[in-house]
């Protein structure tokens, strides 16, 4: 019940430590490559995994041991390599951050130590059991069985740490940089172009400053940086990859939000600078106003004959026309920041609209996605019980009809022998009145089969309840309050166990789907009513 509760949020979980490992990569990996082929391992055969545990819930040792035992170790090297994937993304990412990414990485780390202590005690003990007919073997198998399960479910649990504290990005200070260092595509060789990242990239850590120490890292700048110094061609494969992926994040939105957030950082920057370029003519404007009020008072107190007097108008006439100059240029400059401004909130707008419809789209493939896996749960749970009806159909099947091959030989034998006896009864008498004898005592002997056989189920049936009450009356002259329930109870005890079972499960089931179903209906009905409040 709690796997089948719990694996849609495991798809989602997947689907979201997929995407974000991709943008949480740090800076600094030692194999990009091997880096992305973890991140796509840890996606699928973490869906395996999921699909493998339902399996295992639903196709229990009851129903068919061998097959159950069989999706076991699968399962279970499944999530050996899943783990490891999961590992050494989250060693090479930013969520291995303080204070809590370490402490998530550690924990991890134990859980798969515990993951891999457990496979050879599974191993023994099955085997054991198998070969040895050992019965506390399985016992030690089954207790192993649900601890690895139980810390599957608990190393998945700790995505709580991954997700404590929202990652921001954020460059706090503006540094122009030198103008040697813009121009890097030169014609220079190899050597100075090595020597100008290098020096770029210390800027760049310069710049950079995190809003919280040790959490909050800026990192485009610095991959950009890296791209300098070593350019890499993709390979097919990887642009093949790259592909599906960006028409994965078209489909579910993340480009168009992407692409939204790039135009918004590209008016924000262009309304600063439109903002410093207003500011720089306003600083010009009021100098220009402050020296025209200094040659003004000068010029009261310069008398108009002297020559000192015509020096001054003329400059003021240049100061004058200066300032109208600047002041048009700062009207239009004044303008184009109105004009980023409005651009601006436009594109944020536009932003929000983007990523709201992005998680109304998540959600609702949320929604899918716990749905499918009610349904496949409820398929699985049909195929089962399928398969175990099939089990028990064969298994009745051989036993009744070895039991009436052996009535049947039984039958036989008894015939065959009261056939000689009746032989050699009448083989004293002569030929004809022994063959006039044969032919009636054949049609007697149909008669006598025929009540030899009532009589022998009659028998049958006599000794059986003979048998009941003997071992009833045994019963109740041992010491204790000991019952014998018969075969008859026995059969119809386990008949009403499995048919007990077979019910909870299908009551699970019936819960899970409708549980989900009310979620899907409730929660956007919610939104919609809080939206319109």
Sequence with gaps: ???????????????????????????????????????????????????????????????????????????????????????????????????????????????????????????ASFYLYWKACITIAYDIFAITEYSGVVINIAFHCLVFFDIRHKV?????????LPPQLTDVATNKTAKDKD??????????????????????????????????????????????????????????????????????????????????????????????????????NE???????????????????QLIKKEKALLEAFEGHETAEREAFHQLSNRVRTSHEKERERVEKTKWWSVSASLIGALLGIIGTTIGNELRMSRLKEIVGSERTEALAQAVHEQNQKVSAF?????????????????????????????????????????????????????????LETEGNVVYVGNDMQRLLDETEKKLESRMKLQTLISVVFLYAAIGVTIPLAFAFFRGN
């Design 299 to 317: 010029m009261d107190r310069t008398s108009r004959g002297e020559d000192r007097y015509l020096h001054l108008l003329t400059e003021e006439h």
């Design 1 to 123: 019940m709690v796997v089948l509760y719990h694996a849609p949020m495991r798809v989602i979980e997947l689907t979201t430590g997929f995407i974000r490992y991709k943008r949480l990569r740090a800076h600094v990996v030692p194999n990009p490559e091997l880096y992305e082929l973890s991140r796509y391992v840890y996606f699928w055969f973490g869906i395996v995994e999921v699909a493998l545990m339902i399996a295992i819930s639903i196709i229990g040792e009851r129903e068919n041991i061998k097959l159950h035992v069989i999706l076991f170790y699968a399962f279970g090297l499944i999530g050996m390599v899943h783990f490891s994937t999961n590992i050494y993304c989250h060693r090479h990412s930013l969520y291995y951050l303080n204070p809590y990414g370490k402490i998530g990485y550690r924990f991890k780390m134990l859980f798969f130590c515990l993951y891999l202590a457990s496979a050879p005690i599974l191993c």
């Design 419 to 475: 056939l000689i006896d009746m032989r050699k009864a009448l083989h004293a008498e002569g030929s004809s009145d022994a063959t006039q004898t044969l032919t009636i005592d054949t049609k007697d002997v149909e008669k006598l089969m025929n009540e030899i056989r009532t009589e022998n189920e009659r028998l049958a049936s006599q000794m059986s309840e003979l048998s009941r009450l003997a071992r009833l009356e045994k019963s």
């Design 168 to 176: 921001i990005f954020s460059v706090r200070e503006y540094v122009p």
């Design 195 to 296: 020597e100008k990242c290098c020096t770029c990239r210390r800027m760049l850590q310069r710049c950079v400053r995190p809003l919280l120490a040790q959490r909050f890292i800026s990192t485009s700048l610095l991959r950009r940086a890296e791209a300098l110094e070593a350019p890499v061609e993709p390979g097919k494969l990887r642009r093949k990859v790259e592909g599906v992926v960006d028409a994965y994040e078209d489909y579910i939105g993340i480009k168009a939000v992407k692409l939204a957030q790039a135009e918004v950082m590209e008016w924000e920057n262009r309304l600063s600078d439109a903002q410093i370029v207003r500011r720089e003519k306003q600083a010009e404007i009021k100098s220009i106003q402050r020296n025209l009020k200094d040659i003004h």
